[in-house]
């Protein structure tokens, strides 16, 4: 947790880029679902009160991404709070909620196979796309995965 708000105050809170920063993390924090850029844009220039820029939030997003903050979901170009520990980030395909799941021994596991095969893995990347609970029995003879 120590690193969570290192990460959070690492950035002056009265500088532009830690104003937007710690909205980045409020407004992903409150989202049931990852969040694109342009999902963020509007929001984030009704809380800062100006025009706020992709550029800007991809340098902030990355900033937060660096300090593991902040996960980038590739199946659906979003971003979403990181865990505590590594884990699978599961997406519903209907309703688009997201979450992440723990796995620190799945991450393990596929570190451990990638050195089997004299592969050195950098960044581990386990998504899984399919339905929530809700969705799935709500909508139980839909067939999208």
Do not use: W
């Amino acid at each position: 947790m120590a690193a969570r708000r290192r990460g959070i105050d690492r950035a002056a809170p009265e500088s532009a880029g830690g104003r937007l920063e710690k909205a980045l993390l409020g407004l992903l924090a409150a989202a049931p679902k990852p969040l694109g850029t342009y999902e963020l844009l509007p929001a984030l220039a009704r809380l800062e009160g100006r025009a706020v820029y992709p550029h800007q939030i991809y340098r902030a997003l990355d900033r937060l991404i660096g300090v593991d903050l902040v996960e980038r979901v590739e199946c659906v170009s979003g971003h979403m709070l990181r865990g505590e520990q590594p884990g699978i980030i599961l997406v519903c395909t209907l309703c688009g909620i997201g979450f992440q799941a723990q796995g620190a021994d799945l991450h393990e596991a596929l570190r451990d196979l990638a050195r089997e095969h004299g592969f050195t893995p950098g960044r581990t990347i386990v998504e899984a796309l399919g339905r929530c609970a809700a969705c799935a029995q709500a909508r139980p003879n839909v067939r999208r995965p």
